[in-house]
């Protein structure tokens, strides 16, 4: 699985403030089944944004990795 997100939204005015926010996210995930009813899964993002309020800009990343059984 994978995703890409992106956003840019020039002038943008919030109570009273100007910022130009550039965002982009990048996802890939997957799965593995072990039996019929067990999985596991794992899933990484990363998250860029420029120009924003928190910060003036940041960076972000997740990794994710679980065990789902079905009863």
């Known amino acids: 699985m994978g ?10 005015t919030i109570a009273g403030v100007n910022y130009e926010p550039d965002y982009s996210i990048i996802g890939v ?3 593995y089944n072990i039996s019929r009813r067990t999985n ?12 924003t309020l928190a910060g003036n800009s940041f960076n972000y990343k997740q990794f994710a ?3 789902r059984h079905l009863f």
């Open 29 to 31: 995930g997957g799965t």
């Open 40 to 51: 596991l899964y794992a899933g990484y993002a990363s998250r860029d944004a420029d120009g």
């Open 65 to 67: 990795v679980g065990m």
């Open 3 to 12: 995703s890409y997100q992106w956003s840019d939204a020039d002038g943008r």
